[in-house]
Structure formats: C-alpha cells, structure tokens
C-alpha cells in the first residue's frame, strides 16, 4: 500500500475508489474559488448540479486508474483538522500534439493559499520531469506560480467549450529540471 506524503499541517496521499466524492466535492469548490471573478454565474450553477455525475466519473476514473499502469494519478489532501483541501491529477498527455506528461490540475482551495502547498502538489504531481498544462486567461496567480516552477506559453491557445463558457485559455510546458545541487 502506499504510504501519505505528510506536509505539516497537511495530509497529501493518493486518491482511491473510496475518495471520490471529496475529491469531486473540493474539485468543485476550488474551481469555484478559483474561477469566481472569472466565470458567470451560469457556470457555478452548472457544476453545483453536476455534482452527482462529477462523483460517479471520479469513482470511474479512479477505479480504471486502479487497473492501468502508467494512467493518470490523483492526489487528495486533507488538513489536520481532517477536512479535504485541495486535489490533483497528472498523466500522460491527452494532447496529439503534445504526447509527453500533463497536469491536468492543481486546486488549492483559498485557506490553503500561501502555505506551500501548492508547490509540494506540484513537486508530487510531475516531480522534475518536463510537463505541461492549461491555464484559463485571466488567472495571473496560477500563471505566476507556474512561471517559477520552469513553466513558460507554448504559444498554443484555444477557447474552451460551451460549459467553459468559450473563455480563451493557453497551453504552458516546461522542459525537465534539473536535480538540484547540492553544496
């Protein structure tokens, strides 16, 4: 079994089966907290009603993740005071164009901000290897963040879909990092 990745005052460990209605509950609400001053409220409500299906979908894609080596990989954690705070997943690209690894996100929820966790997701999502994901635009603080993590625009960019409400976004990549020195 795996063992939890523990960051004080934090619990990261890999998401199961029995995982997926928190996962998709505090999926939601970090995209709700996320894209608030950038969504209507068209899209909030969507996801709110689409709960339900979000559970059933995660518990699908967690079971398969389950039986496929090299699939994608989810994360779940927890604050100490047991309440989930922020998801995870990376995997193979799903780009055709850009086969190598993805993250497919990262949501903190806001009491998470500024505590590093986002960074030690980040190093446990993709550790050092190249990767590169999709931000919306109109989000300068994942922007930043990714920035300082080797990320850079790839110069490839598309408008979402209808659920997305059309909002454009753009693709980052990062080569793979180097191992840090040691001295």
């Known amino acids: 079994m795996t063992q939890p990745l523990l960051t004080l005052p934090y619990l990261i460990r890999p998401a199961t089966v029995d995982d997926a209605e928190a996962y998709a509950r505090t999926h939601v609400a970090g995209l709700h907290e996320t894209y608030e ?3 209507p ?3 909030h409500e ?3 009603a689409e709960l339900p299906g979000m559970i059933e979908r995660q518990r699908a894609a967690f ?3 389950q039986r496929t080596p090299g699939s994608a990989r989810s994360w779940l954690v927890f604050h100490e005071d047991g ?3 922020a998801v995870a997943t990376s995997g193979p690209g799903r780009d055709e164009d850009r086969p190598d690894f993805e993250l497919h996100h990262i949501y903190t929820l806001r009491s998470t901000h500024g505590t590093g966790l986002g960074q030690r997701l980040l190093d446990i999502a993709i550790g050092r290897q190249g990767a590169y994901l999709w931000i919306l635009n109109g989000n300068p603080r994942a922007e930043r963040f990714y920035v300082r993590n080797g990320f ?4 490839t960019s598309l408008l979402c879909g209808p659920t997305w409400h059309y909002k454009p976004m753009f693709r980052m990549h990062r080569p793979d990092q180097p191992a840090p020195t040691r001295g």
Do not use: L, Q, S, T
């Open 46 to 48: 969507f996801y709110d």
């Open 152 to 155: 850079a625009p790839d110069g």
């Open 41 to 43: 409220r068209e899209y």
């Open 37 to 39: 001053h950038i969504m």
């Open 63 to 65: 079971e398969e993740a």
């Open 83 to 85: 309440e989930p705070v």
